[in-house]
T-cell receptor, first 113, second 117 residues
Framework: AQSVTQPDIHITVSEGASLELRCNYS??????LFWYVQSPGQGLQLLLK??????LVQGIKGFEAEFKRSQSSFNLRKPSVHWSDAAEYFC???????????FGGGTRLMVKP | EAGVTQFPSHSVIEKGQTVTLRCDPI?????LYWYRRVMGKEIKFLLH????????ESGMPNNRFLAERTGGTYSTLKVQPAELEDSGVYFC???????????????FGAGSRLTVL
């Protein structure tokens, strides 16, 4: 069965600092991976996705993620965090049928001024 | 383009009562999904509609939950009778394309928070 682990429940960074959110997955086939963000009062917004090709994918809001098959990881990065990035971030993998996302537990990001 | 709309945004009910959550997907999206996040847990898949048909309801927790999508447009999720462990946030999502393709992007609503006292 597929699974996703986000080891960090909470992360606090200073505004302007770099950010890396960790995601590890367990999946028997080629994974289709996603990062979503949920800001307060908002729905889950897609940041980026990986289906194939270049293992470094660019997303919205200056985020990027790198797929590393050897480490079963899909970590999310941003070089300089803004206060508006404070939110909860979810990593997810799509099943073979393409109808079911399995989510990690989420990482809540706080940004210090 | 309007996004996925969910109503109500927050519902507080007592154990044993009934609640109905509604989801309006993006117009033209045949695929509609329900997910939920109970307190402190992961977001979990509940079911998937293609138009008005239930394609996969493997995530529905028990028969107290009933999802419908009459006419293949909006969907409702009814919980009857509600139990304490049903508290959480219920998300609806829709997508235009099915399957595993780069075009299969689920657009989520803001969620309906259910509190059962």
């Amino acid at each position: 069965a597929q699974s996703v682990t986000q080891p960090d429940i909470h992360i606090t960074v200073s505004e302007g600092a770099s950010l890396e959110l960790r995601c590890n997955y367990s999946y028997g086939a080629t994974p289709y991976l996603f990062w979503y963000v949920q800001s307060p009062g908002q729905g889950l917004q897609l940041l980026l996705k990986y289906f194939s090709g270049d293992t470094l994918v660019q997303g919205i809001k200056g985020f990027e993620a790198e797929f590393k098959r050897s480490q079963s990881s899909f970590n999310l990065r941003k070089p300089s965090v803004h206060w508006s990035d404070a939110a909860e971030y979810f990593c997810a993998v799509l099943n073979n049928a393409g109808n079911m996302l399995t989510f990690g537990g989420g990482t809540r990001l706080m940004v210090k001024p | 383009e309007a996004g996925v709309t969910q109503f109500p945004s927050h519902s507080v009910i007592e154990k044993g009562q009934t609640v109905t959550l509604r989801c309006d997907p993006i117009s033209g999206h045949d695929n509609l999904y329900w997910y939920r996040r109970v307190m402190g847990k992961e977001i979990k898949f509940l079911l998937h509609f293609v138009k008005e048909s239930k394609q996969d309801e493997s995530g529905m927790p028990n028969n107290r939950f009933l999802a419908e999508r009459t006419g293949g447009t909006y969907s409702t999720l009814k919980v009857q009778p509600a139990e304490l462990e049903d508290s959480g946030v219920y998300f609806c999502a829709s997508s235009l394309y099915p399957g595993v393709t780069g075009a299969n992007v689920l657009t989520f609503g803001a969620g309906s928070r259910l509190t059962v006292l």
